[in-house]
């Protein structure tokens, strides 16, 4: 299954705006057919195809869901918690990219502070 490449390098430069003990925390591996990037070991964000995949901490998820671009993240062809997909519509300026991106942190930042 192919994922799209053009993203993953977007993600890559947005990265690059995080302060270094952030950043050199991240790695990324190939995971669900795409590639998903880990902050410290948890999921933060990931590419699937054309679609962006992002954690999102439980109590935001309500709201989130809302957005004509997500839906939960079905990999599986049922829910998972806290994971949504996030159609191309949903991050087309770099903005909502980051923003994306940030929610993903926060939920990997949430797990770490819970363990």
Excluded: C, W
């Excluded at 999921?43 to 939960?72: A, W």
């Amino acid at each position: 299954m192919a994922y799209n490449v053009e993203l993953e390098k977007r993600i890559d430069l947005a990265l690059i705006i995080f302060p270094e003990t952030i950043r050199d925390q991240i790695v990324s591996k190939k995971m669900f057919g795409g590639i998903a990037y880990l902050y410290r070991g948890k999921m933060t964000v990931g590419v699937v195809q054309d679609d962006l995949m992002v954690r999102v901490v439980n109590e935001k998820m309500s709201e989130i869901l809302t957005r004509d671009e997500v839906r939960p993240m079905d990999f599986t062809n049922r829910p998972m918690k806290e994971f949504i997909y996030v159609s191309p519509n949903g991050f087309k300026s770099e903005e909502q990219l980051m923003f994306l991106i940030e929610l993903g942190l926060e939920h990997a930042k949430r797990k770490l502070n819970q363990a």
